[in-house]
């Protein structure tokens, strides 16, 4: 048989070519009398590109749980048949991205542990910088002996939380949230549910985003305000940095458990989020033009026509062309479905590389001084294969502009880039690289222009990717890491919460027969 595909999408353009990886994407819904499965499938449709490892759905109808999940993208792992079994009025989806721990079934949200008064499942956007301590905490509260997801090989600080929730008779899960919040450190959006009420929470930066709508018979959280539109539902505001949320048939009740400490990802307004979202009163799409506007001013040049890297160079290519005055064009076209590439290809096909997944319009650029708006440079494989390839159809000149600053150190709070040795902009100036790629010119937006595109504080954003500044206080180095949970030396033991019948299947067919 061959081997079930990986779910992975590759934004970048060359096989094999890893550039930054998006966070997780979360949704919630309470509505009695909809079919809340499908509402939250359409939602993590819509929050695809921000995880393609695996998905997940969890339901309850009051009085019972149930959770499906599977590796793989949305679309591969529900269908018609697994939906329809997903009955209940409340529901949480997850599509991941694997930031902590790797990308197995184990590891698949939406996590199911047991609490004193039922069950819990939960989803979770973003990386906890203080993952070490929290095994020690959950060691001291419940024995060293591993339980629950942990026991069943799940090593993310999702795990973590899931461990921490499980509580005592003597406190709700909502009392015990608003205890274990607190103590944890880094960035979360969190959904979760039990059998009666749906659960969100957000860190006290606020550094992912995470939004509240409402339906006409409920409400909803999701990761983008885009997935409040695909499910019908309308805006009605952030979930507040520090703030948890509980919905049920009581209503909504909002609780701080920290004071607000924004420091939102910038990144998000340059490539994470989707163009069609909004984020804390900013359109992505109009921070993004603005973007392209700011970098005609900081790197003016001569030129005939201004092309994008698709699809995330488009809206800041449109800027640039409308401050410059330089005519926008559409000088490459990507072919929307290689995203999934499951057949390695052959040696022939691996030299023409990049042309794999974009191919030039060579009457529109030949003979042409062109200006290649893209959104960042990591390695630089990329835009040397794309430099290369549009000199060989006949550029007169080709000049890169870069709508972020150089990318020179990692993200511990949800994005996974390259390490810093492999950072292009650590190694070499900007006009070294822009020889390196075999540009005319190149460059870089400034870190205030960005800003200022944003139209957010400087105060009140995270540009640790580009400045180093990381505004949540980070442990040693040794307690930090992706794997750092696989190599915790807690010895396993069986778990004491009655779900350790719980198992992968061979994929998401039979993921209804899971216990």
């Given at each position: 048989?061959?081997?079930?595909?990986?779910?992975?999408?590759?934004?970048?353009l060359?096989?094999?070519?890893?550039?930054?990886?998006?966070?997780?994407?979360?949704?919630?819904?309470?509505?009695?009398?909809?079919?809340?499965?499908?509402?939250?499938?359409?939602?993590?449709?819509?929050?695809?590109?921000?995880?393609?490892e695996?998905?997940?759905?969890a339901?309850s109808?009051?009085?019972?749980l149930?959770?499906?999940?599977?590796?793989g993208?949305?679309s591969?792992?529900?269908?018609?048949?697994?939906?329809?079994?997903?009955?209940?009025h409340i529901a949480?989806g997850?599509?991941?991205?694997?930031?902590?721990?790797?990308?197995?079934?184990?590891?698949?949200q939406?996590t199911?542990?047991?609490t004193a008064?039922?069950?819990?499942?939960?989803?979770?956007?973003?990386?906890?910088?203080n993952?070490?301590?929290?095994?020690?905490?959950?060691?001291?509260?419940?024995?060293?002996?591993?339980?629950?997801?942990?026991?069943?090989?799940?090593?993310?600080?999702?795990?973590?939380?899931?461990?921490?929730?499980?509580?005592?008779?003597?406190?709700?899960l909502e009392?015990?949230?608003l205890?274990?919040l607190?103590?944890?450190?880094?960035?979360?959006?969190?959904?979760?549910?039990?059998e009666r009420?749906?659960?969100?929470?957000?860190?006290?930066?606020?550094?992912?985003?995470?939004?509240?709508g409402?339906?006409?018979?409920?409400?909803?959280?999701?990761?983008?305000?885009?997935?409040?539109?695909?499910?019908g539902?309308?805006y009605v505001?952030?979930?507040?940095?520090?703030e948890?949320?509980a919905?049920?048939?009581?209503?909504?009740?909002?609780?701080?458990?920290?004071?607000?400490?924004?420091a939102g990802?910038?990144f998000e307004?340059?490539y994470?989020?989707?163009p069609?979202?909004?984020?804390?009163?900013?359109?992505?799409?109009?921070?993004?033009?603005?973007?392209?506007?700011?970098?005609?001013v900081?790197?003016?040049?001569?030129?005939?026509?201004?092309?994008?890297?698709?699809?995330?160079?488009?809206?800041?290519?449109v800027?640039?062309?409308?401050k410059s005055?330089?005519?926008?064009g559409?000088?490459?076209?990507k072919?929307?479905?290689?995203?999934?590439?499951?057949?390695?290809p052959?040696?022939?096909?691996?030299?023409?590389?990049?042309?794999?997944k974009?191919?030039?319009?060579k009457?529109?650029?030949?003979?042409?001084r062109?200006?290649v708006?893209?959104?960042?440079?990591?390695?630089?494989?990329?835009?040397?294969?794309?430099v290369?390839?549009?000199?060989?159809?006949?550029a007169?000149?080709v000049?890169?502009?870069?709508?972020?600053p150089?990318?020179?150190?990692?993200?511990?709070?949800?994005?996974?880039?390259?390490?810093?040795?492999?950072?292009?902009?650590n190694?070499l100036?900007v006009?070294?690289?822009?020889?390196?790629?075999g540009?005319?010119?190149?460059?870089y937006?400034?870190e205030?222009?960005m800003?200022?595109?944003?139209?957010?504080?400087a105060?009140?954003?995270?540009?640790?990717?580009?400045?180093g500044?990381?505004?949540?206080?980070?442990?040693?180095?040794?307690?930090?890491?992706?794997?750092?949970?696989?190599?915790?030396?807690?010895p396993l033991?069986?778990p004491?919460?009655?779900?350790?019948?719980?198992?992968?299947?061979?994929?998401?067919?039979?993921?209804?027969?899971?216990?």
């Amino acid at each position: 048989m061959a081997p079930r595909a990986d779910g992975r999408l590759n934004h970048d353009l060359l096989p094999g070519e890893k550039g930054p990886q998006d966070a997780c994407g979360v949704f919630g819904v309470w509505a009695p009398g909809e079919e809340v499965a499908k509402l939250t499938y359409f939602g993590l449709y819509a929050l695809q590109h921000r995880g393609q490892e695996s998905a997940g759905i969890a339901t309850s109808n009051g009085s019972q749980l149930l959770v499906y999940k599977d590796m793989g993208l949305v679309s591969q792992v529900f269908d018609e048949t697994a939906l329809n079994a997903l009955q209940g009025h409340i529901a949480i989806g997850h599509t991941r991205y694997s930031t902590t721990g790797g990308s197995t079934w184990e590891n698949a949200q939406p996590t199911l542990g047991a609490t004193a008064a039922g069950t819990v499942a939960l989803g979770h956007n973003g990386n906890l910088t203080n993952s070490a301590e929290l095994v020690d905490l959950v060691a001291e509260r419940y024995g060293s002996q591993r339980r629950g997801e942990l026991a069943r090989g799940n090593t993310t600080d999702t795990a973590l939380i899931t461990a921490l929730l499980a509580g005592d008779p003597d406190h709700t899960l909502e009392a015990t949230a608003l205890e274990v919040l607190p103590r944890l450190r880094g960035a979360f959006c969190l959904v979760f549910m039990d059998e009666r009420t749906l659960y969100a929470a957000r860190d006290p930066q606020g550094v992912r985003p995470l939004v509240l709508g409402r339906l006409e018979r409920g409400w909803v959280v999701a990761s983008e305000t885009s997935a409040l539109d695909i499910v019908g539902a309308s805006y009605v505001r952030e979930v507040e940095p520090g703030e948890f949320i509980a919905i049920d048939a009581e209503g909504l009740r909002s609780t701080r458990f920290a004071p607000i400490d924004r420091a939102g990802c910038v990144f998000e307004y340059v490539y994470l989020a989707r163009p069609d979202t909004t984020i804390n009163g900013r359109s992505v799409h109009a921070a993004r033009v603005e973007m392209g506007r700011r970098l005609a001013v900081e790197h003016p040049v001569e030129a005939d026509l201004v092309i994008p890297v698709p699809e995330s160079g488009t809206p800041a290519a449109v800027g640039y062309a409308a401050k410059s005055g330089i005519p926008f064009g559409q000088g490459l076209t990507k072919n929307a479905y290689v995203g999934r590439t499951f057949i390695q290809p052959s040696q022939t096909l691996r030299q023409l590389g990049i042309r794999l997944k974009l191919n030039p319009l060579k009457d529109v650029i030949r003979g042409k001084r062109l200006v290649v708006v893209d959104d960042t440079i990591v390695r630089g494989n990329t835009q040397r294969a794309l430099v290369r390839m549009l000199r060989e159809s006949g550029a007169a000149e080709v000049h890169i502009r870069i709508t972020a600053p150089p990318v020179k150190w990692p993200c511990f709070y949800g994005i996974d880039f390259a390490s810093r040795a492999e950072l292009i902009a650590n190694g070499l100036g900007v006009e070294e690289i822009a020889r390196s790629l075999g540009a005319d010119s190149l460059g870089y937006l400034s870190e205030e222009g960005m800003i200022t595109a944003t139209e957010q504080p400087a105060s009140q954003l995270c540009t640790a990717c580009f400045s180093g500044h990381y505004p949540i206080e980070l442990p040693p180095s040794e307690q930090l890491g992706k794997h750092l949970l696989e190599q915790n030396e807690l010895p396993l033991g069986q778990p004491e919460d009655g779900l350790l019948s719980i198992v992968p299947a061979t994929g998401g067919a039979t993921a209804l027969e899971h216990p």
